[in-house]
């Protein structure tokens, strides 16, 4: 029970950081929440190491308890991914469909091999040098952008909509390909797997197009069940169904969850909503989907601020941050910057494309919850007792703070710009 409690009392101080925010600030709420727990976070163990904070140990031992990779991708990212899908213009989507499936697949791998190289070239000149394959392990949890985090803050700015979809599209999509990368090189590194063409095509099969089919096939079921029913609340848990039971079912056949919720979602905000809502059903079922995403966008922000209070900190930590967040954004710039060449060659793009979709390409919580699936035990520097899974474990929370906190709150200028263009293309023509 203890653990349900710390959930309420989280959720509840999620909840007054964003009625702060609204009413003396003018911040993006997720933002805000995110610095106002980091804050708070370090604020705590500031206080527990100098002894005033005689409740520390507790405090320490109940967010533990919660288990942030389990309540992430066992609980919350069913209901974001779904949410995410019905806010997906699905128009746009079929316009860029060429584009996202090059950035979700061939960038992400681009990346990963990237961050990679990099970072093995890199580290010894810390004092920390890594086997390839854990580079390797790194560059395929940060490489996909985040879902969450991107239609939590990007989504929100009104970004001219071939750029907007490009962005949501790669993000919602990406993730499918990561894990399939993720869980082949986790094989290698830590349970001896051999690494074959036959399965990672397996694999890719299997998670990314059997998430996809599922989706669809979840999809049409529950379109089905919403259309034989004229009950507005009926509909509404239909509807929740698909990121719950759906969701879990989805893991017991073996496929991508993720990708199942983004499709299911995509299907039921441009299939079923439109044709078998009413007018008052649709504001209900909006109204609902909207409150809950909310909801838990402010208490996985805040938890992803709390995570630090969990670190052990070596001053060659601050060297893992310091390198990693450049090495992930050049990465980035190269895997997007890449494929644009061969894009513009038939088709004209607006050109801050390229400078948004690589600062825009924001990391969050799934990235965390992937590094903290790591197991413990590959040490690195044996006389401070630093090891893989640290190492990784730093550099991604940095990666992922730099990209909400920075990220997300200085890309706006950049937007801007690209809708001036858009706003002088149309007067010219």
Partial sequence: MDTYYTLCYLAALAMIIAYLNNRIGSWQTTITITAASISLSLLAMGLGQSGWLQSYPQLIASLHALDFKELLLHGMLGFLLFAGGLGINLRYLEHQAKEIAVL??????????????????????????????????????????????????VKTMNAPKQIAVQVEGESLFNDGFGLVMFVSVFGIAFEQQELSAASISWLFIQEALGGIAYGFVLGLVANYLIKHTDDDSLELLVSLAIP??????????????????????????????????????????????????????????????????????????????LLAIPLVLLSRLISVGLPYIGFSMKRTYNPMSVPILTWGGLRGGLALAMAMSIPAGVIVLPEKNI????????????????????????????????????????TTV
């Fill in 387 to 426: 090891g893989v899974r640290e190492m990784i474990l730093v550099m991604t929370y940095a990666v992922v703070v730099f990209s909400i906190l920075v990220q997300g709150s200085s890309i706006v200028p950049l937007i801007n710009k690209a809708k001036e263009y858009e706003r002088k293309r149309k």
């Fill in 104 to 153: 979700a697949l061939f960038s992400t791998l681009l990346s990963s091999f990237t961050v990679a190289g990099l970072l093995w070239f890199c580290l010894p000149y810390i004092g920390l040098p890594m086997d390839f394959i854990y580079c390797l392990l790194f560059g395929a949890l940060i490489s996909p952008t985040d879902p969450i985090a991107v239609l939590a803050i």
């Fill in 244 to 321: 719950s039971a759906g969701f879990v079912f989805a893991e017991q056949l073996g496929v991508s969850g993720a990708l199942a919720m983004v499709v299911a979602g995509i299907f039921i905000g441009h299939v079923t909503r439109e044709r078998y809502f009413t007018k008052a059903s649709k504001r209900g079922f909006d109204h609902l989907w909207h409150v809950l995403e909310e909801f838990l966008n402010n208490l996985l922000f805040l938890l992803i601020g709390l995570v630090v209070v969990g670190f052990t900190f070596h001053i060659e930590n601050l060297w893992l941050m």
